[in-house]
């Protein structure tokens, strides 16, 4: 894929009659993303933890938007780091669907004071690998009858900083926030590319696509970081070097959307540092690259969250 340059969320395809999931819908890259995808007439899902607050944020976009009608978008409570919510989510969707299109694992948390989810598992892991890993096995079976159908995970520039540490997933014996963040989100991204690995091993129709959104200002940097990560992030970094998420969420809307994309590619910024900028294809770091590793977290995703992908088998 070239730079794309010029390209912008005007640029998105007509999307009347796809559904799209996107998780983290209410604020930040996840409402920019289903503002941008309402607009061209897709149906977008808003998995959300609060669904009062999602009702209020589709009640918002509606009144912003004019001539958005409210019938394209849904909330359906989801909280990515309660494997019982993720499989109550699916077999909801399970009912009311025949197929989906394009499901965004967007959702996130970022540098939080050690916690444990819901299945005992340290949250980002839990949010943002485990959870989203746990979606896509249990929605595959309703993608592979999409049209087009694509799975954007969103990883990080972080994540060629993280490293997986297999011997303590959970920070029990060592936990540092920014750290686990970024192992976070190396998983996310060690994940999409084994994901496409196993996706084009079975012969399937689903595409595995990574985004990151450079550096992008949202509620992230400050709603779950404490002490000198949210003076850093939130109250110097923000403001100065950071992009809008409506900027920030065109990676993952042109991984999304856009008819030259294929699976196994990176999408970010073309920036310098990938910062900022219009969507490119980017570099994978070689840890998440590497087969060995994406077997291995597979495995152990696996265990920990009791999900198989059906008629996916490894390359």
Known sequence: MTKKQSWTADRIPDQTGRVFVVTGATSGLGLATTRALARRGGRVILAVRDEERGRAVVEGLVTEEGSLDARLLDVRRLDLADLDSVRAFAARLHEEHRHLDVLVNNAGVMAPPRTLSAQGHELQFATN???HFALTGLLLDLLAAGRDPRVVTVSSINHRQGRLRFDDLDGEHGYAPMAFYNQSKLANAVFGREFHRRLTGAGSPVRSVLAHPGYTATSLQTRDTRGLTRLVFGRIGNPLLAQSPERGALPQLYAATGPDVAGGEFIGPDGP????????RVRLSD???DADTGRRLWEVSEGLTGVRFPLVTAS
């Open 129 to 131: 690998h485990l959870g």
């Open 287 to 289: 840890a998440a690259a």
């Open 273 to 280: 540092a990938e910062l900022r900028g219009a969507p490119t």
